[in-house]
């Protein structure tokens, strides 16, 4: 949550901070600021609540001359947007700007410390702290003032700090939220994640907890906080630029929906053995016979990446018959969490920096389990924290909403339940039939965008009025349901549920009233006839069905009073094609509701903070 961008170089900071603000958005979008200096005696600092149009919109036609420079984009925790709220925070003095991601847990102690020295606060945010604490401690090298700074503080940061009287430097720490450093020809970039610095350089260096770095224009050198110098590999970012950009769609979130062909043959590629009816994952770092030991399997993550754990735990179970749970992370970390050495434990997330998803991860590690994680973003935290995993490989995900994620992590799941069930009770020839069905999963995908579009905007419009929308599913069509509900939720702000089918009628069903609009998962597959008994139900008390079915499934068309077609597919895959309607009815009603879609109010991607 919130962006962070920083440059130091012969170019003018300006442009480059505002580009790196806008690839950032996603991030945060409540208020956003800049400040910049040019070797003279004061900094030129410029902040805006709402968008970093707003921002840009502030700022002088050509600000100041300048070759060093931060600017942040808020999601807001301590203090409402606000032009004060933004970052950068300055010290008392205005020699100091800081910009920051992550909490300051004890901000209000070192608040009454700082004010009883006479200290004036500007602003009512935890990270006002930092600036006028470094500005205590500072004699001449900014570098040693932070980390003295930093001694005092509890919580997690992501900062860079800049000072009037070190033109040639920025000041760059981390503990809990993410750093990335990018190294240019005579120029150095900092921003908290790599999208900021893809137009610029592919040369990025990630830093860890307790890492300290600082930049000038021809490098950067790395200390921990005692002052012992790391050396950093410097690795190179595999996004394109164009991964990062609209090219013909109106929204990220349509783009990245779009995306999902490719992002699944991406997942496939090199990993499906159909001679074998196998699958290959090479990063998992478990030897053959750790396979043989595993009892238990357990799927911990947040949101869209819960939806799709949950989804994939039905095809663990019934591939690998290997008993599989999946926990909310935020749930897990404070329950004392029961680690035995035949459970095998993934953490599932997009950004690979989901601060509950981490710390559950972290906990598990610390009781001795091993944890893998299927992560889309490389060089993550989660990534390089797990003890091996599967990238998912969906490409860079920039709409707030997730989307192609989840048919990634989906998939990433489902060939490792190929590949444990291929050594147990799994036949070669039940593999390569999931494997053939996978395969042509893109196709399909392809196939309902082309063909249902129309139609899925056409359905999105009639239920945008409708005060509340169920979403009913069964099997692995149940999390599928789950995520309808959330992404329409997000996006278009109408309420709505997720439910098991069945358990419509232990309370849900009291929901139901005259065109209550009820949004049935019903492939033809085993629950088939179940599930039509309940659209019976719904039916019966003048609710509106909306089905997902399968092409000539006539007994649900008899019932339905409007139908959606999908592909059919193994019965275990239908979840990979159930939920692609429903994320496009939901971006379909944000857009006719006339709503941000790639920027719902009150969220932001990767939520890095509890
Ligand atoms: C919903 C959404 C969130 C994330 C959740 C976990 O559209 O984006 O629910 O899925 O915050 O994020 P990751 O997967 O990055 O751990």
Redesign the pocket.
Known sequence: MCGIVGYIGARRPVPILLEGLKRLEYRGYDSAGVATMNGSDSLFVCKRAGRVRELEHALPELPPKANVGIAHTRWATHGPPSDNNSHPHLSTDERIAVVHNGIIENHSTLRTMLIAEGVNFRSETDTEVVPHLIARFYEGDLQAAVKQALGLIQGTYGLVAMCVDEPDRLVVARNGSPIVLGVGDNEMFVASDAPALIAHTRQVVYLEDGEVAVLDANGFQTTDLSDRSITKAVNELDWEIEQISLGDFEHFMLKEIHEQPRSIQRGLRGRALPEFGDAKLGGLNLDRRAFFDIRRICLI?????LHAAMAASYLIEELARVPCSVEIASELRYRNPIVDANTLYFSV??????AD?LAAMREIRRKGGIVLGVVNVVGSTIARESDGGIYIRSGPEIA???TK?FTSQLLALTLFAIKIGRMRDLSAEAGRNLLRALAEIPEQIEHLLAEQSDHLKAIAESISSAPYVLFLGRGGNFPAALEGA??LK?VSYIQCEGFAAAEMKHGPIALIGDGTPVIFISPMDHLHEKTLSNMEEVKARGGRVIAICNPGDNEVRNVADEFIEIPATHNMLTPFLSVIPLQLIAYFAALYLNLDVDKPRNLA???TVE
């Not at 993550?301 to 990446?305: K, N, Q």
């Not at 997330?349 to 989901?354: N, V």
């Open positions: 993550a947040c949101g869209t990446s997330s997009q950004s690979g920096e989901t998803t707030v909403a997730s994620a959330l992404k997000e991607k990767s939520v």
